[in-house]
T-cell receptor, first 111, second 114 residues
Framework: GQQVMQIPQYQHVQEGEDFTTYCNSS?????IQWYKQRPGGHPVFLIQ?????EVKKQKRLTFQFGEAKKNSSLHITATQTTDVGTYFC???????????FGTGTRLTIIP | NAGVMQNPRHLVRRRGQEARLRCSPM?????VYWYRQLPEEGLKFMVY????????ESGMPKERFSAEFPKEGPSILRIQQVVRGDSAAYFC????????????FGPGTRLLVL
């Protein structure tokens, strides 16, 4: 079945440093979505990418969808303590409503 | 505009008891998804339902687990004869329609089996 892996599993950064998480799917995706989950909270939708090679920005967050639509990345510039949480990518295949979530990258910030 | 609602937020059960988890989707959403999250792990898809229909239950254990989404009322995830390994957070998400739709998550039910 479809597998979605994320690296790294954990990332500790000093406040102000940049952070990147990478998402890789074993199959071609129709779209990729990114979610953030704060400790003890629930996943919150951040963004959806649909087109091959698409890049979207949300303030300090930059999301990219690979040309082959099998990988994606999330880059945070100048991290802040509010960025703490686990970032999940999630994708589905064409014609399949089931979202397969990545393994997640847990970001902790050292003040 | 109320979001996805789940109750109870926390549920404690002894081994062998039944657990019933409820999910009310966002207004206007007719698609419901259930996920399970073990501590320190990712979200695992369990089941996808539309009103009165189970569309995909490929992620749900064949025994002891069942789900429904009746014409009226919330979606229910039912776990019979719970075991310690069922302890997890169970999240419900809803979307407006099928396809590449954003899923909006509820706050989850934390199930603890003693």
């Amino acid at each position: 079945g479809q597998q979605v892996m994320q690296i790294p599993q954990y990332q500790h950064v000093q406040e102000g440093e940049d952070f990147t998480t990478y998402c890789n799917s074993s199959t071609t995706l129709s779209n990729i979505q990114w979610y953030k989950q704060r400790p003890g909270g629930h996943p919150v939708f951040l963004i959806q990418l649909v087109k091959s090679g698409e890049v979207k920005k949300q303030k300090r967050l930059t999301f990219q969808f690979g040309e082959a639509k099998k990988n994606s990345s999330l880059h945070i510039t100048a991290t802040q303590t509010t960025d703490v949480g686990t970032y999940f990518c999630a994708g589905n295949n064409f014609g399949n409503e089931k979202l397969t979530f990545g393994t997640g990258t847990r970001l902790t910030i050292i003040p | 505009n109320a979001g996805v609602m789940q109750n109870p937020r926390h549920l404690v059960r002894r081994r062998g008891q039944e657990a019933r988890l409820r999910c009310s989707p966002m207004k206007g959403h007719s698609h419901v998804y259930w996920y399970r999250q073990l501590p320190e792990e990712g979200l695992k898809f369990m089941v996808y339902l539309q009103k009165e229909n189970i569309i995909d239950e490929s992620g749900m254990p064949k025994e002891r687990f069942s789900a429904e989404f009746p014409k009226e009322g919330p979606s229910i995830l039912r776990i019979q004869q719970v075991v310690r390994g069922d302890s997890a957070a169970y999240f419900c998400a809803s979307s407006r329609r099928q396809g590449m739709e954003t899923q909006y998550f509820g706050p989850g039910t934390r199930l603890l089996v003693l």
